[in-house]
């Protein structure tokens, strides 16, 4: 792709990209108003926690069975009917999730002047994720960096503050996969544009350790359509790579069929490693992107 201006956060920004992620929008429709919505609904419908299990929140009273110790029914309640009742706690095992937003150079790219590069879009989608997953008691942290996912509202900034900082020097990224816990969910977020063995390490890494998420690939409208014709330089973001031809147009659909078998490819694994994948770019809608994102971490638990 054709070489646009570097694009990356600060750690003076990483507030205001809390609040985006928060608040994307007083205006209808608003990434907030879904997650919010997603949250009220899926949360505590299948993702949460109501279940019986260990817990302080009471859930339910049930009929006491077979089996039932005694220090289990809840006498004054059993008092009011003729039947013993027992009080259910609600299931409070908190889950951790690891994310990777990929830092690398290529994630600040964009096809145009007016729009956001593709590590907005991707540091977006992690941080509204969270903020799903932190009202749902989740534990939640970022892979390759200090510290173990935490639960709460003061680990938002700190994930905030750990993508606006965590940029890389390469032209592409590969997943780090140091950190991950056990029998735990991970999201990994990246264009994938780089050396795709990369990402079968890590996937197979992740799966050594009983670890299920999903793979989100955000591209720029530019690279899914290749607008490209007459004489046209192509420069990797880091400047490592450059190429230079006269007649781009040319290279349409030999780009476009290694795009396609590329995305085959990353799909394929995460398919082969019990990982859910989802190609996305960023003139696409941030909500729709999150709802699926957020859905398939239902789908991992």
């Known amino acids: 792709m054709t070489k646009s201006a570097p694009h990356a956060l600060g750690q ?4 205001g990209l809390r609040a985006r992620a928060e608040s994307l929008g007083d205006s209808l429709p608003s990434l907030l108003v879904h997650a919010e919505h997603l949250a009220s609904t899926v949360i505590w419908g299948e993702h949460g926690r109501r279940r019986a299990g260990t817990g302080d929140e009471f859930w339910q009273y049930r009929p006491a069975s077979v089996g ?13 009917s003729d039947q013993h009742f027992v009080r ?4 409070q095992a908190a889950q951790t999730v690891s994310l990777w937003v990929d830092p690398a150079r290529s994630m600040q790219f964009s096809g145009d002047a007016s729009r956001a590069p593709k590590s907005d879009r991707a540091q977006l989608l992690a941080l509204a994720l969270s903020v799903l997953l932190l009202r749902g008691g989740e534990r939640v942290g970022l892979t390759g960096q200090a510290g173990r996912p935490q639960a709460g509202r003061a680990q938002l900034l700190r994930l905030a503050h750990g993508m606006a900082t965590g ?6 990224g590969a997943p780090e996969v140091s950190n991950l816990t056990s029998h735990s ?7 994938f544009l780089g050396d795709p063995e990369e990402v079968e390490t890590a996937l197979t890494m992740a799966s050594d350790r009983g670890v299920r998420g999903a793979l989100v690939q955000v591209l720029d409208p530019a690279e899914e359509e290749f607008p490209f014709d007459g004489r046209t330089i192509f420069e990797s973001m880091g400047g490592s790579l450059r190429f230079e ?3 781009a147009g040319d290279l349409r659909r030999r780009y476009l069929d290694r795009l396609a078998e590329r995305k085959t490819r990353i799909e ?3 398919r082969a490693s019990g990982w859910h994948y989802l ?3 960023t003139g696409q809608s941030a909500q729709s992107a999150l709802l699926w994102l957020f859905t398939a971490m239902e789908r991992g638990r």
């Open 12 to 15: 003076h920004e990483a507030t």
């Open 68 to 80: 039932d110790s005694a220090t289990l029914v809840d006498w004054r309640r059993s008092a009011r």
């Open 88 to 91: 259910e706690r609600e299931w």
């Open 167 to 172: 940029g890389a020097d390469a032209d592409y």
């Open 185 to 191: 969910r991970a999201v990994f977020i990246s264009d």
């Open 245 to 247: 031809t006269l007649r």
């Open 268 to 270: 394929s694994l995460a």
């Open 279 to 281: 190609s996305h770019h």
